[in-house]
C-alpha cells in the first residue's frame, strides 16, 4: 500500500483551518495533512522545507495571498486545489489560470471534493485508482471479439484513464482523438457497434459497482462522482444496466 500523500492545508482562518484538518476524507482518499498555515509566509516556508506533495488553499485575502502561494506550488510542481469563499466565485477561472489543479466554491460538498482529490491522486501517482482500473478492465471486456482497429483501441483507453475525476462527453472523446464530434460519433459507432454514450454509460456504471463496494461512499456521493444530473437519474441508468438498484446491489454484496 503506497503512502499517504503528504498534504498542505492553508486557511487564514483557525476555526475552518481545525475543520477541514479533521475530515475523514484525507484519509479515505489516500491523503494526509501533514503540515497547516495561517498566512502566506508560514505557507511558503512550508512548501520550500520540501515536504509536501499536494496543497490545499483556502483563500481569505489578506492574510493569505493566493496567488503567491499558488506562483510558488506551480515552481515547485506541487498540485494545488484552491477554495474560495463564495462571494469571490468569479475569480475561478483567474486560479486555473495561474496553475492551479482544481477551484472549489465555498462550502465544497464531500463529492465535489472527492472529485478533486481523485484529479490531484492522478497527477501525483500518475495513475489511476483501483477501482477506476477494474471498472475500465470491465468495461473494455464488452469490446473484446469485435476486431476493433489496434491504434483506435489504444487511444479509447489512455482517453478514459486520464478522464478519472471527470466527466467524458462525447464532445471531449471527440476532441481527444483530434476529429469533430459527428465524424468522431460514426467512427467510434463503425469500431464498437455501439455510441460513444452507452460504451461511457456502461464503464460509469462499471464503476459505480466498484464504489460500491468499497462502500466508502454514499449512492448520491456516487452519482455526484460519476457526473450524473440527479440520483434519480443515476439509478434508472443502474437499474436498466444491471436489473437493480444501486442500493439493491450493495444489499447484495454485505
Not at 148 to 170: D, P, Q, V, W, Y
Request: include cysteine.
Amino acid at each position: 500500500m503506497s503512502a499517504p500523500i503528504r498534504t498542505l492545508l492553508t486557511d487564514s482562518d483557525p476555526k475552518k483551518l481545525n475543520r477541514y484538518g479533521r475530515m475523514s476524507l484525507w484519509g479515505e482518499m489516500g491523503y494526509k495533512v501533514t503540515a497547516a498555515a495561517c498566512d502566506t509566509l508560514e505557507a511558503l516556508n512550508k512548501l520550500d522545507s520540501g515536504e509536501v506533495e499536494f496543497a490545499v488553499l483556502v483563500s481569505r485575502p489578506p492574510e493569505t495571498d493566493a496567488e503567491t502561494i499558488l506562483c510558488r506550488c506551480k515552481e515547485l510542481g506541487i498540485p494545488t486545489l484552491v477554495i474560495l469563499p463564495r462571494k469571490n466565485g468569479e475569480s475561478v477561472g483567474h486560479y486555473f489560470g495561474l496553475g492551479a489543479c482544481d477551484v472549489i466554491v465555498e462550502p465544497p460538498s464531500r463529492s465535489r471534493l472527492r472529485r478533486a482529490l481523485l484529479k490531484a491522486h492522478r497527477m501525483i501517482c500518475k495513475g489511476t485508482s483501483e477501482e477506476y482500473r477494474l471498472a475500465g478492465e470491465k468495461a473494455f471486456a464488452l469490446l473484446e471479439g469485435k476486431n476493433i482497429n489496434s491504434e483506435f483501441m489504444g487511444k479509447l483507453r489512455s482517453f478514459i484513464a486520464s478522464c478519472e475525476g471527470e466527466t467524458a462527453t462525447t464532445c471531449s472523446a471527440a476532441e481527444y482523438f483530434s476529429f469533430n464530434k459527428d465524424y468522431f460519433g460514426k467512427l467510434f459507432k463503425q469500431e464498437t457497434g455501439m455510441t460513444f454514450n452507452s460504451f461511457y454509460n456502461s464503464f460509469r456504471i462499471e464503476y459505480a459497482k466498484q464504489l460500491l463496494s468499497s462502500g466508502s461512499y454514499r449512492i448520491n456521493e456516487i452519482s455526484e462522482l460519476l457526473g450524473f444530473s440527479s440520483v434519480d437519474y443515476f439509478t434508472g441508468v443502474f437499474k436498466r444496466l444491471t436489473g437493480c438498484t444501486p442500493s439493491g446491489y450493495r444489499q447484495t454484496i454485505e
